[in-house]
């Protein structure tokens, strides 16, 4: 996190207030790093779907992006269950005036059964209420045992002292609290008028699949793209950008026979935990998880079922967080809007049903499955972050970003060794070629200033591959050195071997 502040990826919102708890900004490399995250993610899915590699029925896939609003009909969210079902479980606390996830709260009791009238020690683990309240049931059990508060009878709730209260029996009953954030449209700010801030892009997408089909040429099987924000009044906002209020999510619908439905969420599970490790979250960090039955959100429990792609975040760890669920919606969207508005949403298959003697098919109409990868864009930073991070006590500056060529916010550097002798105006003539030729993948930075140690050592926080320094000798051989962050190596290449050298690994600019 303190990098992160540093070297410019991401800052508190609203810092010089004092901050606001869920809310984040992005500087000047976190917007880029973010930018370029998206950038990928909409190259490999809407522009040149999973590589070009064929869908399970051995054709490519077809895929079309769509942007639609934050603000949607309200009832856009009573049809898809948001209000009804949206919701927390909140408990609480009469005494401190604290609020808590009720199914975030554990309690320290005695090892053995016997309390001999004390009370349960209420904490939120990874807290500093965690280490407090285990003191005070050591002090007052000796031996004790954690455990979810659900697990307590209705008899027991007066004998808890919250995570931060001082006595017993100040927590509320638990009650449902809706992450959707309210907002009114128009001036009169009436009860009719009351809004959402959308709690995920994927409704828009449902309500405009009808347009989509009779707009465009697509067929089903295909899929739509949609990347934007989506807020949540989270109760218990955390672990940095992980939980955040507000977010971008990039999400896939994909539309397809209901007796396809199947193969096409294993290829989909497949291919997104294909594309996470290409983009550099190798190995133990990440993992499939499929979720068990009881885990499964409404729209999911009749379908093949939903698996997370999860990430051994620092605060996790050894535990696991999302990055990105694989869901079998089924049905469950298209048949909730085509209740709630009336209008049919039913697919006309031309290519399905019966075989007539003219050999064309009679056709079927239905209501296509889907298959819905959706995934953090935030999550997805913070996790490459985390796993770019190194340190490597040999350098003098130790901590560094070994972020992939196609991610990194700066792609190149270029320095005078000092800023004099005739040095900068070469490198600045470099500076411009090589930007004049890459500009479309990231930043690419100038700077003269300071000892070349400590700009080496910027550009490795910052996760810049490649540094480029023009010093004496290039003023007489046309030779400049090229630093790699990753071994710190430099090498000496001539001074028109620097575009062919990057654009070797950096792809054509
Ligand atoms: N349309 C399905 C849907 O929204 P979700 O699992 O609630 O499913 C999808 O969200 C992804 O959005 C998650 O895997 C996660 O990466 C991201 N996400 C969800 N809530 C978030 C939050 N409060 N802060 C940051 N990212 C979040």
């Given at each position: ?86 919701s927390d479980p909140m408990i609480d606390c009469r005494?401190?005036?604290q609020r808590y996830r009720f199914d975030h709260v554990l309690v ?14 209420a904490?939120v ?23 979810p508060l659900s697990q307590l009878s209705p008899?027991d709730w007066t004998?808890v002292?919250a995570p ?6 100040t927590l509320t009953e638990p009650r449902a609290f809706n ?56 109760v218990t ?273």
């Open positions: 996190m303190a990098l992160a502040k540093r070297r410019g990826f991401i800052y508190q919102a609203s810092e010089i207030y004092g901050g606001i708890n869920g809310f984040w900004d992005y500087g000047p490399l976190g917007a880029q790093l973010k930018k370029n995250l998206r950038d990928a993610w909409w190259e490999d899915v809407v522009l040149n779907p999973c590589g070009g590699r064929p869908g399970p029925n051995g054709e490519p896939l077809r895929m079309v992006p769509l942007d639609t609003s934050i603000i949607q009909h309200p009832k856009v969210w009573e049809a898809s269950g948001h209000i009804a079902g949206f005494e401190t005036k320290y009791g005695p090892a053995a059964a016997e309390r001999g009238g004390k009370p349960f020690f904490f683990p990874d807290t500093a209420s965690e280490a407090r309240q285990k003191k005070k049931a050591q002090k007052a059990f000796g031996e004790v045992r954690s455990f008899a004998q002292v931060d209260a001082e006595r017993a029996g992450l959707m954030f309210k907002t009114y449209v128009g001036a009169t700010a009436s009860e009719d008028d009351v809004a959402y801030l959308r709690p995920e892009t994927a409704q828009g997408i449902f309500v405009q699949f009808k347009n989509v089909i009779d707009t465009t040429r697509v067929k089903v099987p295909f899929g739509i793209a949609q990347v934007g924000k989506a807020f949540r009044n989270e906002p955390r672990n940095f950008t992980f939980r955040s209020r507000e977010f971008e999510q990039m999400e896939i619908e994909f539309f397809c026979h209901p007796s396809e439905a199947r193969d096409w969420f294993a290829f989909w599970r497949d291919e997104r935990m294909r594309w996470w490790r290409d983009l550099g979250l190798a190995g133990q960090s990440l993992q499939l998880r499929e979720h068990d039955k009881d885990e499964l959100a409404h729209y999911a429990r009749a379908g093949a079922g939903t698996a997370d792609i999860e990430y051994r975040f620092p605060f996790t760890a050894p535990g696991f967080g999302e990055l990105e669920g694989v869901a079998h919606r089924s049905d469950f969207d298209l048949a909730q809007h085509q209740k709630h508005s009336k209008a049919s949403l039913e697919y006309f298959d031309a290519e399905r049903g019966e075989l007539l003697p003219n050999g064309a098919h009679q056709g079927e109409r239905y209501l296509p499955h889907v298959i819905e990868p959706s995934a953090g864009l935030d999550r997805g930073v913070l996790a490459l972050l985390c796993e770019a991070y190194v340190e490597d006590p040999a350098r003098a500056s130790p901590e560094l970003l070994l972020l992939s060529p196609r991610l990194a916010p700066i792609k190149a550097a270029i320095f005078p060794l000092v800023n004099k002798e005739g040095m900068p105006a070469v490198s600045e003539k470099l500076y411009l070629d090589v930007r004049r030729r890459f500009w479309r993948r990231g930043l690419i930075e100038h700077d003269v200033k300071q000892a070349i140690g400590k700009r080496y050592a910027r550009m490795d926080e910052a996760g810049c591959p490649y540094c480029f320094t023009i010093d004496g000798q290039t003023l007489t051989d046309q030779t400049v050195t090229v630093r790699d962050r990753d071994t710190a190596h430099q090498e000496r290449i001539a001074l028109e071997r620097v575009v062919g050298y990057l654009e070797e690994r950096l792809g054509p600019g």
